[in-house]
């Protein structure tokens, strides 16, 4: 017997080393990385725990292109020597939140209370957090929400209330509600409160949830049939009148919803914008969303125009590519033309319209006015008013004014003037016509 036959290899148990679970982003490459050793190399193979027959990859690192919510199960690492040894791990797919409101619009009249539902959907669970659109304040971190519409005593509008679902993937997802709001006569809110009171029997109660003094409730309490008297007078003299309907109302909530979703995105809207898109949804040919019909849409609606600050504009992303291409427009259109250079003027600090959006948009909330009640001028008259007042300079008062400041072009120091020839600058320079007549005499 030789001495090699004397020899018995002992194999090394294999030792797999695998994180328990592991997170990916759906739609990304997926990695669960093992570290595998043993003694000779053991062979690797990984299968899913509901197909333990089919090998899906022979690495100790498994690769998921695109995952998706149909690769999250249990993957099984086996490593193989002559000895086994085999590890689950747990592969999880995390993807953005989805938010969806069964009723995206409702009517209710004022001081009603309304209850709405968000759906969420996404993992991990997400976050559910209600807000009224123009208001910070949180009203609930519940699916379901219960509201009472505010009162506006003075016309029809809209009250609008947000639901954000957040769980730390991607952009958190909202859905908005639109409630309209119909206005009660000052009779009929009075009956409709009274009313209230007379079913809890608490003035107090009533008065805080309205928002109203416990002495005013009071008061209509005992003024109840004289409130009823004057409604149904009220009511006959209103059915005789009839009232204003809109003509175009599909038409007037569609343009609401697509206003809502571009400001929720943060996109200004401008009123030419508004009027090209009321124009595509219409499907009446007569319909040419006048300036009449713009400006009742935004008063319905308490829609205003505003200017947006410097906060968190998005310039476009080709914006210096087409900067270059304005630049070499205007260099061949000189050259073109023979401009001569005293005719191309530099507006500085004046910002660029070429191709950027808006600085206006449409936004939700009161109108505003100049104290003055005026128009204010627009861009291009304001500029044509600067270049005019420049225009209307002499030129030498212009060099005058840059040599008391010792700002030449002159190197040698031959045009500074001295502290004498300042002083004579200054007591002659705002010299008027009539002095000089006066002089010459």
């Known amino acids: 017997m030789s001495l090699t036959d004397e020899i018995e290899w002992i194999n090394v148990q294999p030792i797999v080393l695998c994180p328990k679970t592991e997170q990916v982003k759906q739609g990304e490459r997926g990695l669960i990385s093992c570290n595998v050793t043993g ?193 149904r007078k009220m009511s006959a003299k209103c059915a005789t ?66 200017t947006k600050t410097t906060l968190a504009q998005r310039l476009p992303a080709d914006l210096e590519e087409n900067i270059v291409c304005f630049h070499r427009f205007v260099i061949a259109a000189r050259r073109r033309a023979d401009y001569p250079l005293s005719r191309i003027y530099n507006m500085d600090e004046t910002p660029m319209c070429f191709e950027l959006s808006s600085n206006q948009t449409l936004e939700f909330g009161p109108f505003e006015f100049t104290p003055a009640g005026k128009k204010v001028p627009s861009r291009s008259l304001v500029l044509s008013w600067i270049k005019e007042a420049w225009a209307e300079i002499p030129q030498e008062m212009v060099i005058k004014s840059f040599k008391t400041c010792s700002i030449s072009s002159a190197l040698d120091g031959t045009e500074e003037t001295s502290e004498g020839d300042d002083e004579d600058i200054e007591e002659n320079e705002f010299e008027t016509d009539s002095e000089k007549e006066t002089d010459g005499k």
């Open 39 to 231: 003694d000779p190399k053991p062979n690797i193979t990984w299968t899913k725990e509901t197909q333990p027959g089919k090998v899906i990859s022979y690495n100790s690192t498994l690769v998921i292109d695109n995952a998706s919510i149909f690769d999250e199960e249990k993957y099984n690492i086996t490593a193989n020597n002559g000895r086994s040894a085999s590890v689950l791990v747990e592969l999880e797919v995390i993807f953005p939140p989805s938010v969806e409101i069964s009723n995206k619009t409702a009517t209710a009249v004022e001081g009603d209370r309304l209850n709405f539902t968000c759906a969420a959907s996404g993992k991990p669970e997400p976050k559910i957090t209600w807000t009224k659109v123009g208001s910070a304040e949180v009203i609930a971190h519940t699916p379901s929400v219960s509201v009472i519409v505010e009162r506006l005593w003075t016309r029809d509008s809209i009250n609008q209330y947000r639901c954000t679902a957040s769980n730390g993937v991607g952009i958190p997802a909202t859905a908005t509600v639109s409630v309209i709001v119909l206005s009660l006569s000052l009779m009929a809110f009075k009956i409709k409160v009274t009313t209230e009171v007379e079913a809890v029997e608490n003035n107090s109660k009533i008065a805080q949830e309205y928002g109203l003094s416990e002495p005013m409730v009071r008061c209509w309490r005992t003024d109840n049939a004289t409130i009823l008297l004057g409604e």
């Open 241 to 306: 009148m009839g009232r204003f309907t809109l003509k175009y109302p599909e038409l007037d909530q569609q343009v609401m919803e697509w206003f809502s979703q571009q400001r929720e995105q943060g996109i200004a809207v401008s009123g030419l914008m508004l009027h090209l898109k009321a124009k595509e949804l219409s499907d009446d040919p007569c319909f040419k969303a006048s300036r009449g019909w713009y400006e009742k849409w935004k008063r319905r609606h308490s829609v205003s125009m505003r």
